[in-house]
């Protein structure tokens, strides 16, 4: 069964930066579309940022411009590199694997909390 592991979380003041990281089990990973996704308490899941097989980016829009998102297709990996980090962008961060064909896959997240 194929697995996600998120890492990289953690207590970050305002303006700071944080790199979050999911590697994944298995020999699938360059086959998915790979993204970031968040939940703040209280408020709905919402995209972050994806990137397809392909390396195309999307961002969400309260994001473009500090964040960047990358793959490493030999490492099984997905990054998150967040920059100029607000409070507002507390919340737990999931990876994704997204495959028309398939099931999504989601980690189990990882906590960012933006604070002074």
């Known amino acids: 069964q194929v697995q996600l592991v998120e890492s990289g979380g953690g207590l970050v003041q305002p303006g700071g930066s944080l790199r979050l990281s999911c590697t994944t089990s298995?020999?699938?990973?360059?086959?998915?579309?790979a993204g970031w996704y968040r939940q703040a308490p209280g408020k709905q899941r919402e995209l972050v940022a994806t990137?397809?097989?392909?390396?195309?980016?999307n961002y969400g829009d309260s994001v473009k411009g500090r964040f960047t998102i990358s793959r490493d297709n030999a490492k099984n990996t997905v990054n998150l590199q967040a920059n100029s980090l607000k409070p507002e962008d507390t919340a737990v961060y999931y990876c994704?694997?997204?495959?028309?064909?398939?099931?999504?896959?989601w980690g189990q997240g990882t906590q960012v909390t933006v604070s002074s």
């Open positions: 298995g020999n699938i990973f360059g086959l998915y579309d």
């Open positions: 990137i397809t097989s392909g390396g195309s980016t």
């Open positions: 994704n694997l997204h495959h028309a064909l398939f099931r999504d896959l």
